[in-house]
């Protein structure tokens, strides 16, 4: 099984500020890695396919880069409703998908 | 618009199955996979597994192989995943979502609650 390990657990940051998140695979998953952001009670919505590639209707603040077994997220300039908590998946295994632990974004 | 709408909550006793409902609506179904993601409280996420709507192919994560069943109706759009033998750690919030690697699209969440 492909690990994914997030870092850090938990960013204080303030509206405006840049935030930088942190993916790493136990092993090369090229560049079949997703962001997921959560909001409390609320299902995951896709942000980052693929490492790089924005979903549909993702604001172009959220930008993702990496490939092998270390990936970033990266909010340029954060805005209130992305306080949250942000996964990565991997697809490259596409028979055992993982996710990491989650790293939650909350305000400083 | 894409819509995956799941069944309610469901409260089951220790040893009982329990069936989760995911009816789309807003794309061909049989286009696209169903992955099923479940959150027991304040955890993380967690892959379950995924159906071909397409063909009916399954893969499960392996701590829940013998214990889980995804099935689809083409007829109805609608997947269904089973899970049986609950144990009080199954309880959590059950997803289902559009896709097998990125997931695109995703239900509510259907909230499983496994007590005595």
């Known amino acids: 099984e492909i690990v994914l390990t997030q870092s850090p657990a938990t960013l204080s940051l303030s509206p405006g500020e840049r935030a930088t998140l942190s993916c790493r695979a136990s092993q090369s998953v090229s560049s079949y890695l997703a962001w997921y952001q959560q909001k409390p009670g609320q299902a995951p919505r896709l942000l980052i396919y693929d490492a790089s590639n924005r979903a549909t209707g993702i604001p172009a603040r959220f930008s993702g880069s990496g490939s092998g077994t270390d990936f970033t997220l990266t909010i340029s300039s954060l805005e209130p409703e992305d306080f949250a908590v942000y996964y990565c998946q991997q697809r490259s295994n596409w028979r055992r998908l993982t996710f990491g632990g989650g790293t939650k974004v909350e305000i400083k | 618009q894409v819509q995956l709408v799941q069944s309610g909550a469901e409260v089951k006793k220790p040893g009982a199955s329990v069936k989760v409902s995911c009816k789309a609506s807003?794309?061909?179904?049989?286009?696209?996979?169903i992955s099923w993601v479940r959150q027991a409280p304040g955890q993380g996420l967690e892959w379950m597994g995924w159906i071909s709507a397409y063909n009916g192919n399954t893969n499960y994560a392996q701590k829940l192989q013998g214990r889980v069943t995804m099935t689809t109706d083409t007829s109805t759009s609608t997947a269904y995943m089973e899970l049986r033998s609950l144990r009080s750690d199954d309880t959590a919030v059950y997803y289902c979502a559009r896709g097998i690697g990125p997931l695109d699209y995703w239900g509510q969440g259907t909230l499983v609650t496994v007590s005595s």
């Open positions: 807003g794309y061909t179904f049989t286009s696209y996979g």
